[in-house]
Structures are given as structure tokens and as C-alpha cells.
């Protein structure tokens, strides 16, 4: 649907979730932000662009605003059916948005070794099976404009969930495209339910750039997989993001502090449970992202400790 002037949510299915791409069409050229996966080109965006009257060939750049699945998965159906789009992303996630096995081991497998977690075989199975990689065309830095005719958008680098997480600011529609850079308490179902943890991983980074979506004092903040948040609805979002944040930081802080022993991230996570969010134990798991993030900003802060055991577990411990 066009919720502002050229400025359109093409909004397909992600299992229970949804992933929202959007479209920025000027009077020259087109601009897309996210490809989701492969089915979300094929049976969502390419029906809507032939039914909004969009020509598929003033589509010139798709961005990736990060190296996950449901992000670029769709890059290889959307080049097959526009040859001449450009696919574009930030230089620092641009290797994993290029290759699926790198992303695998990686992004995804990160925690395998240092924490015992990973991903069930059948999601890896999944994102192999819906992911249609292919190398991109123009590597992002942050601050580029692009031309659509008419009016421009900017590029902003806002790293937290990945190093090279970009935004897209529409300023003519006062509008923020900021795909996961953002992500409240809880990833929700599409009917809303609590269906994970919030994955950002570096917390400075990530608070950085949340701030920075406030001082640019956008009326329309635009997710890829939450509700359309539209006047105060921008600032409370962020807030509560940020709060987050916190939340978790005094949550180890006790944690740790009342065990008096060395913990994996995975036993903090298991045992601050419900604390940390209303998720069952299978997608809490998934807080070792945050949770490993908030630790690290602790050791930062010299209140936490970590050491490695011979088993290769990164442990933690308070030391304030």
C-alpha cells in the first residue's frame, strides 16, 4: 500500500511473521529497501509493482539494510526478473549478503563454539531454501543520496544488529526505513504474539542509532516485521527500545551478582528466563544475541568478567 507520497510497504509472508519491503518511487527511478526472501519477490512485490502500475524497469537500486535472510533472500529472483536493478549494501555485511554459507557460519553460527548454540537444522535447512544470493552491485558506506526524480533519499549507517546495517531517510515524507536497526522488547508474530528475543548484538552501537533516529525527528518509523509507527508512536517505540537495553543490563547485573559463580551465556539466559521476555525456551535461546551484547557492555564497564574454560565456554562472572 502507498502510505505517503511515492512512499509504498509491500508487506509478504515469512512463515507466522511478515516482512515488509518498501518502495520509493520518484518521477525518474525507483528505490527498494529489502528484498525478503525469494517468495517475496515472485509472489508479492513483482504482482504489486504490475498492479500499482509501476514499470519493473524504473526499479534501479535495491538496498539491503542488513546480511540476514529475509533481508536478501530475494536478491537473485529480483535480479532474474530486472537484470539492470542494482543490489546494494554496506560494505561491512556485504560478504554475507553475497554467500549464504558464510552467513551460516558466520552470523548465524557465531555462539557455536564460545556458547553451544546454534541453529536447529531445520531452520539452516529453511534459509538455504529460501535465500537466492547473488554478488552485489555497489558497496555502501553510509551518507550516499540517491536521485529519484523529483525528490532524494539518504543512506545512514546505524550499526547494532550488524556492523553494516544501513537505514534509508525519505525526509520529503519525513520518513524512516530502518529495517531491524530497531526492535522494541520482542520480534512479534503477524498476529502479534511474542515470537523472540530482540537480536541486536552490539549495544552501543545500537542505542547510538536509535538515538540518531530521534534527533532526525521522523512522523513515520518503518520496520520489517512490526505495525507502522506514525507520530508519537516513533518516539515511544525507540524508547522502549532503549529501555530494553537497560532492562537487561540490570537483569544480569542481579543475576550475576547474587550467583557468586562463573556462568555461560546460555545458563544467564536460562536463568533469567521469563525476565528477559514471554518467549518459550526454545526462541528465548535466541536472547544470547542480546544477552552477549549487554555482557560485553558490562565487561566494558568493568562489572562483569569473562574467562574461557577448557572446554572452549566463554564464562562470565561479577567483578564490581
Known amino acids: ?40 519477490i515472485t509472489d508479492t512485490l513483482l504482482p504489486y509493482l504490475d498492479a500499482a502500475g509501476i514499470p519493473r524497469d524504473k526499479l534501479r537500486w535495491a538496498i539491503n539494510t542488513h546480511c540476514d535472510y529475509d533481508h536478501t533472500g530475494g536478491n537473485g529472483a529480483l ?33 557455536r563454539d564460545t556458547d553451544g548454540f546454534d541453529d536447529p537444522p531445520e531452520t539452516t535447512a529453511y534459509l538455504r531454501g ?9 558497496r555502501l558506506t553510509g551518507g550516499e543520496e540517491f536521485d529519484l526524480g523529483g525528490r532524494s533519499v539518504r543512506v545512514l549507517h546505524v550499526p547494532g ?41 552490539d549495544v552501543e552501537p545500537y542505542v547510538q542509532s536509535l538515538r540518531a533516529f530521534r534527533a532526525l525527528d521522523a512522523d513515520v518509523l518503518l520496520t520489517a516485521h512490526y505495525p507502522i509507527y506514525e507520530g508519537d508512536g516513533v518516539a515511544r517505540f525507540l524508547d522502549e527500545s532503549e529501555e530494553y537495553t537497560e532492562h537487561l543490563d540490570a537483569v544480569l547485573s542481579r543475576v550475576l551478582s547474587e550467583s557468586g559463580t562463573a556462568a555461560t551465556t546460555l545458563e544467564l539466559v536460562r536463568s533469567a528466563g521469563a525476565e528477559l521476555g514471554p518467549w518459550a525456551p526454545d526462541a528465548l535461546d535466541y536472547a544470547v544475541f542480546p544477552v552477549t551484547g549487554n555482557l560485553e557492555r558490562l565487561e566494558q564497564r568493568g562489572l562483569v568478567g569473562s574467562q574461557t574454560d577448557a572446554a572452549g565456554r566463554r564464562r562470565w562472572r561479577w567483578s564490581a
Open 161 to 201: 544488529h550488524s556492523p553494516g546495517h544501513v537505514a534509508v531517510h525519505d525526509s520529503a515524507n519525513r520518513a524512516l526505513i530502518i529495517g531491524d536497526a530497531t526492535l522494541g522488547t520482542t520480534v512479534m508474530t503477524a498476529d502479534g504474539r511474542p515470537a523472540f528475543p530482540p537480536t541486536y548484538r
Open 79 to 111: 535480479k532474474a526478473a530486472i537484470p539492470t536493478v542494482q543490489i546494494l549494501a554496506h560494505d561491512l555485511d556485504a560478504e554475507l549478503v553475497e554467500s549464504v554459507e558464510r552467513l551460516i557460519d558466520v552470523r548465524y553460527g557465531e555462539f
Open 130 to 138: 529460501v535465500s537466492d544470493l547473488v554478488a552485489v552491485d555497489r
Open 1 to 40: 500500500m502507498e502510505i505517503r507520497p511515492g512512499l509504498h510497504r509491500v508487506q509478504a509472508p515469512l512463515g507466522e511473521r511478515f516482512v515488509a519491503l518498501y518502495l520509493l518511487v520518484g518521477d525518474d527511478a525507483a528505490l527498494l529497501v529489502d528484498t525478503g526472501v525469494r517468495d517475496s
